[in-house]
């Protein structure tokens, strides 16, 4: 299928309108449709007509808009049709969410149910009883709604062929929010091999609006090379235009009666509460978003600390035990709640039609992100939604203000385009060899397909495969333990197969490409008793190994909705007490998964640099801009400011790229490593989303005037070459990168509960790995896989690349003799990020200091 | 702050802390071994080769050169302080047929290293037979002068005992930051050597299974620093 123009949806209305709905639809759907008083939208009835031409198609509508109604109408139509079919699968649906998998199989129950339809829809999810499974395999529904990770699962059996075979539609929801993925990767290598097994198959993506609709037609479509596939595409007309609001609160203040009041710095958010709740109050349903799990414990306390009308506000995030968060769903679903404090963990999902308010508290970090979340508040699609913006601190207010501004426009952040990663092929490889035996040279076609992986040179797939196979290694000492081996070497049918059922089993435990973090169980206990692995209190949730790690005794922290006081640690499990009243002293941890976008970025940095815009933004915000153009000066669009100064007995420098966080901490290691080898002698340093601050032993900015050091070199394109790769090799980030690589690759596997250490059993662990194969085999195709992964993902290297090549010789640097108003939030976060590298060697030699002389004086 | 690069022999000797073991001053390095001056003998524990391939065979293909890195780490020990008798204190191979699968490249490197020196090999749980083809003595201990050397420690007391088995880590935080690890955990009564094997993992010190070992409470971990070790108190550790 070559390009084709977005088709509007009136050509197709305008047929309905002139001949009847009769002559589209069958009469059973014409009478369901006119018994609710409704009538069919037109990008409805497009797909209908799409699907009847046999064509596949992208679907691109704004919540409300009837989307999941508008992917199954064309199959609901031919199922009516078909007389008595033959059994088998007929559409399948996949779904980034089994929560959402189930809810959609609820909504389209009652239309099937009403037009007395024979249909049958069931769901398949980690959750499906064993037997049900088996069942379905035998004895296939019409219907089926799935996760890309059962799709997988489903591929592996040795019967996907006659189980998919009569499979006529793939209906794939959400996929602005699986494509650009490793599920998404996962997915689409799916989606090839069920070319294969059902060439007739239609594919309909619903999405959101992007910003590059072509990414996702081209997902939808087998590729072939040299030739780009793309699908149709139908563009619903959008919903209302949103009414944004930005909650600044106002406090008395005895001169101006009163002022709008803004932190400096933090991402809490609590000077808005009470404005917050005021708001909850006078709505009926709100949701109230947040970035981070901690900032969603603290601002569900925050707001029952100020319940006196005891609405009822529910917590929702990932790492809440499922019980719990099926209970808020279902009171949400319900209607009896008021509010949901809530991360990232419902920007997809159910619609709650009661939502008539969106909070969302703190960066809205993106443009797509912000229309996603607000598109949440399930409203008619003639109705505008309404949603309330909280900036924490200053800085939040220009980004708030910039999304906004975006969400306004209805414009979208830019995707990074992804290739598909090396370590899901490899899982792909291995359950398609499960599933019968593969031809190398056949399966390398059916993968190039697939669109992420389009591209795939021949040498990069046989080295997969080999490591498939034997781990594919340089020395080859494991071939006598192949995981995959010839059907028959004697008689020339190298066709590859599982060499043992342990291989297959292995696969079939490991399948997907989410891999959490190691998490450790939090317990309540009483305080105080010494708790013992036997007497188990109640189980609040989990939460990530790394951060428990950190804790002492002592320390309390909020999780769950309490204040808790950290007893110990028993096993995997961590025993927390209820703790007194008070401020919690582990205040947080990270900041939050997702950078601000490059798109929001570019307009901040506008917004910064244009002081006619000032005007826009609330008093306290432009005093404080109008006091950095007076004590230093502000960043110009593509300039890179730098400020040094000396504070307390340390010298700072701090410079403003507005990158993300990510790119900063990035920008952070390898700068600290320049200024390290220059003498300038850093002593750490701290990355916010906009800014970064170093502080050295040496005056940084004497030096460079002194022209002692280059700013110039020091932010040279260079340092993304070896002392990257310097930095890289003792970073603890790539080695956790590794370790997923290495699950999802099907290298080692993942750790079940129960499964865990006890204790005494000494394992290997994946760090030791990645130390031997870094040293003897650098140029591993699972090291390549990790080096793309961080550099992409945790590193941001290619953002950072950018900007050292926009601001080239476009760095100003500002000596000042103290701090400067735009440098003082940064100042604020000063954390416990240090120098990696030797600072651990100085820090442990610290420990020893005090105690050389008692462990000396011990001998 | 920190040198880098390698010092002298006898700089090493004068600026690590040493180690009393029943009266035998001993040398931690920081590589994980252990130095005796007076016998010029270097003792490392569980060597555990082949352990890859050991996973290998149960279908995880980790990467097969821990044997190799594990050796290349031992001759530059060897190299630098010249022993006139190195002891493996038992666990050396990772299983009776580590022998079969190791690659031909390493297993000539380890038959030259144990004929250039006097090489002890103490027997394991893991190995209990070590290969003949590598040579060496082979003991299930080992006395020389105060000290016993085994692989699994005995409940205390165990005056001068040297053993490993149990691959000793330790964990201390600074200003926040936790750092964990390989150690040498001693009472100065007896001591206990860290895994010396690149896949070997580490079980920390604060585990019950130290606390028949070392029951005063009152033990040092002397922890592995890039190129310097550093005692620390019991009281500073933490568990995992």
Not at chain 1, 61 to 79: H, I
Not at chain 1, 162 to 187: I, P, Q, W, Y
Not at chain 1, 462 to 471: K, L, M, Q
Not at chain 1, 682 to 694: N, W
């Amino acid at each position: 299928m070559s390009k084709q123009h977005p088709r509007t949806d009136g050509e197709i209305a305008k047929k309905a309108d002139a001949t009847g709905l009769e002559s589209v639809l069958p009469a059973a759907f014409v009478t369901w449709f006119a018994d609710r008083g409704w009538s069919p939208r037109s990008h409805q009835l497009a797909l209908l007509d799409l699907a009847r031409a046999r064509r596949s198609a992208l679907l691109i509508a704004p919540t409300g808009a009837g989307k999941t109604l508008a992917g199954f109408l064309p199959s609901l139509v031919a199922l009516s049709e078909a007389p008595k079919r033959k059994v088998g699968l007929h559409t399948l649906y996949i779904s980034p969410l089994k929560a959402l998998a189930v809810d959609v199989k609820r909504n389209l129950e009652t239309p099937i149910a009403e037009m007395g339809l024979d249909v049958r829809v069931e769901t398949r999810t980690g959750d499906t009883p064993q037997n049900r499974r088996l069942r379905q395999r035998r004895d296939p529904p019409d219907i089926l709604m799935t996760t890309p990770e059962q799709l997988a699962l489903l591929l592996s059996y040795s019967d996907a062929g006659t189980f998919f075979g009569s499979l006529e539609c793939v209906v794939l929801d959400e996929l602005h929010a699986l494509a650009n993925s490793k599920r998404g990767d996962l997915l689409s290598l799916g989606l090839a091999r069920l070319a294969v097994l059902a060439p007739a198959m239609r594919r309909v993506g619903l999405s959101a609006t992007v910003a590059e609709p072509d990414e996702l037609r081209r997902y939808l479509m087998p590729q072939r090379e040299g030739y780009e596939a793309l699908a149709d595409v139908v563009i619903a007309p959008p919903g209302a235009v949103p009414e944004i609001g930005i909650l600044v609160p106002l406090e008395p203040d005895h001169d101006e009666g009163e002022v709008a009041r803004i932190p400096w710095s933090g991402h809490s958010a609590r000077h808005a509460m009470p404005a917050v709740y005021a708001s909850i109050l006078k709505h009926k349903t709100t949701l109230v978003f947040v970035n981070t799990r901690s900032q969603a414990e603290f601002v569900f306390q925050e707001l029952w600390r100020l319940n006196e009308d005891s609405l009822p506000i529910a917590l929702h995030h990932g790492s809440l035990s499922a019980e719990q968060r099926r209970k808020v769903e279902a009171a949400m679903s319900a209607g009896t709640l008021r509010a949901v404090v809530c991360t990232s963990t419902l920007d997809l999902g159910i619609d709650w039609g009661e939502v008539d308010l969106v909070i969302c508290v703190g960066a809205p970090k993106g443009a797509s992100r912000l229309a996603q979340r607000i598109g949440r508040a399930n409203h008619r699609l003639d109705e505008p939604s309404r949603a309330l913006l909280v900036p924490a601190n200053r800085f939040e207010v220009l980004e708030c203000e910039a999304a906004r501004a975006a969400a306004t426009e209805g414009a979208q952040d830019g995707q990074v385009r992804r290739t598909g990663a090396l370590d899901v092929l490899s899982q792909h490889v291995l359950g398609r060899a499960c599933s019968e035996p593969i031809l190398p040279d056949a399966l390398y076609d059916e993968v190039r397909a697939a669109a992420p992986y389009r591209h795939l040179p021949r040498e990069t797939f046989d080295r997969i495969v080999d490591f498939v196979s034997t781990g594919g290694y340089a020395l080859k000492s494991y071939d006598r333990y192949a995981r995959l081996r010839p059907m028959s070497a004697m008689t020339g049918d190298m066709r590859l197969r599982p060499a043992s059922p342990r291989v297959i089993q292995q696969y079939r435990m490991n399948v997907g490409t989410i891999v959490e973090a190691a998490m450790v169980k939090v317990r309540m206990v009483k305080a105080g008793r010494r708790p013992r692995a036997s007497f188990g209190g109640r189980l609040l949730g989990e939460i990530e190994e790394y951060f428990i790690d950190q804790l002492t005794p002592g320390d309390t922290f909020l999780f769950a909705g309490h204040l808790l006081r950290f007893e110990s640690l028993v096993e995997t499990e961590a025993y927390c007490s209820r703790a007194e009243s008070g401020d919690p002293m582990i205040p947080s941890y990270y900041g939050g998964k997702f950078p601000l976008s490059t798109y929001l970025a570019e307009r901040v940095r506008k917004m910064l640099a244009d002081n006619r815009l000032w005007a826009l933004l609330p008093d306290q915000v432009s005093a404080w801009l109008q006091m950095q153009e007076r004590r230093s000066v502000l960043p110009r669009a593509g300039e890179l400011l730098v400020e040094t100064f000396p504070r307390g007995d340390k010298f700072y420098l701090v410079c403003y790229p507005f990158e993300g966080r990510l790119a900063h901490q990035t920008l952070g290691m390898l700068l600290t490593r320049r200024l390290d080898r220059a003498g300038v002698r850093p002593m750490g340093f701290i990355a916010s989303e906009y800014a970064l601050a170093i502080w050295c032993l040496r005056d940084i900015g004497l030096m460079a005037e002194r022209r002692e050091i280059y700013l110039s070199d020091l932010f040279g394109e260079d340092m993304l070459g070896d002392d990257l790769d310097a930095w890289l090799a003792e970073s603890s980030l790539l080695k956790r990168t590794f370790r997923d690589c290495a699950i999802i690759s099907g290298l080692i596997e993942r750790r079940f509960p129960g499964q865990e250490k006890t204790g005494r059993q000494v394992t290997f662990s994946s760090d030791l790995i990645y130390n031997v194969l870094r040293e003897h085999e650098p140029d591993h195709i699972l090291l390549q896989a990790t080096m793309a992964d961080a550099a992409t993902g945790l590193l941001d290297v290619a953002r950072l690349g950018d900007m050292l090549k926009r601001v080239k010789h476009r760095i100003t640097l500002k000596r000042l003799d103290r701090v400067s108003p735009l440098a003082v939030p940064v100042l604020l976060d000063i954390g416990k990020e240090a120098v990696g590298g030797d600072t651990n060697e100085f820090l442990l030699s610290e420990a020893a200091d005090s105690l050389i002389k008692e462990a000396t004086q011990l001998v | 702050m920190f040198e880098s690069g390698i010092q002298p022999r006898e700089d090493r000797l004068a600026t690590s802390p040493q180690l009393r073991v029943a009266g035998a001053m001993l040398t931690v390095l920081p590589e994980g071994a252990v130095w005796w001056e007076r016998e010029r003998m270097l003792i490392v524990a569980d060597l555990h080769f082949e352990k890859g391939s050991a996973f290998a065979a149960r279908g995880v293909a980790l990467p097969p050169y821990d044997t190799r890195a594990t050796l290349a780490r031992l001759q530059a020990l060897v190299s630098r302080w010249k022993p006139q008798r190195l002891v493996a204190l038992g666990d050396s191979f990772h299983d009776r047929a580590a022998e079969t699968r190791m690659d031909e490249v390493d297993a000539v490197t380890l038959e030259t290293m144990t004929q250039a020196i006097d090489w002890t090999w103490i027997t394991g749980n893991h190995d209990p037979a070590p290969p003949r083809r590598f040579g060496g003595s082979v003991h299930a201990e080992l006395r020389v002068g105060p000290l016993t050397l085994r692989h699994e420690p005995r409940a205390a007391p165990a005056t001068g005992e040297l053993a490993g088995h149990l691959h000793p880590v330790a964990a201390v935080r600074v200003r926040g930051r936790r750092l964990r690890r390989r150690c040498v955990v001693s009472d100065g009564t007896r001591a206990i050597l860290p895994a010396f094997g690149a896949y070997a993992g580490g079980l920390n010190v604060l585990d019950e299974a130290y606390a028949n070992l070392l029951p005063s409470g009152g033990f040092h971990a002397w922890m592995m620093g890039a190129h310097t070790v550093v005692p620390v108190a019991a009281r500073r550790l933490e568990g995992d």
